[in-house]
């Protein structure tokens, strides 16, 4: 059973910063396509970031590229989310998640594990 924990959420003021870490209990964690969704109050989830097994593939939401980047260590069996130049709209909850089906996928569907969520709050 994999087991992903979320960390580094909070609020912080628009133009901030903030990283999200996600942490992994898992053997394998190299065959893993991770990524980061979020939802918004009264929204459904969607995908923010991806990054396939190697890492040497990323992929954005367009209302986040060139603000965030995601990237994982292995080593340590965890991703993150560095997020730049926040925005109200960024406001959600955020939430990790793994695959193993595809070296990336940016579809919710294809995620089988998922963590419980770190809340992010950007205010204006």
């Known amino acids: 059973q994999v087991r992903l924990v979320e960390s580094g959420g909070g609020l912080v003021q628009a133009g901030g910063s903030l990283r999200l870490s996600c942490t992994a209990s898992v053997h394998t964690f190299t065959v893993y396509g991770l990524g980061w969704f979020r939802q918004a109050p009264g929204k459904e989830r969607a995908f923010v970031a991806g990054i396939s097994t190697t890492g040497g593939y990323t992929g954005y939401a367009d209302s986040v590229k060139g603000r965030f980047t995601i990237s994982r260590d292995d080593a340590k069996n965890t991703v993150y989310l560095q997020m730049n130049s926040l925005k109200p709209e960024d406001t959600a909850v955020y939430y990790c998640?793994?695959?193993?089906?595809?070296?990336?996928?940016?579809?919710?569907?294809?995620?089988?594990?998922w963590g419980q969520g770190t809340q992010v709050t950007v205010s204006s």
């Open positions: 998640a793994a695959q193993w089906r595809r070296p990336y996928s940016h579809f919710g569907k294809d995620y089988d594990h």
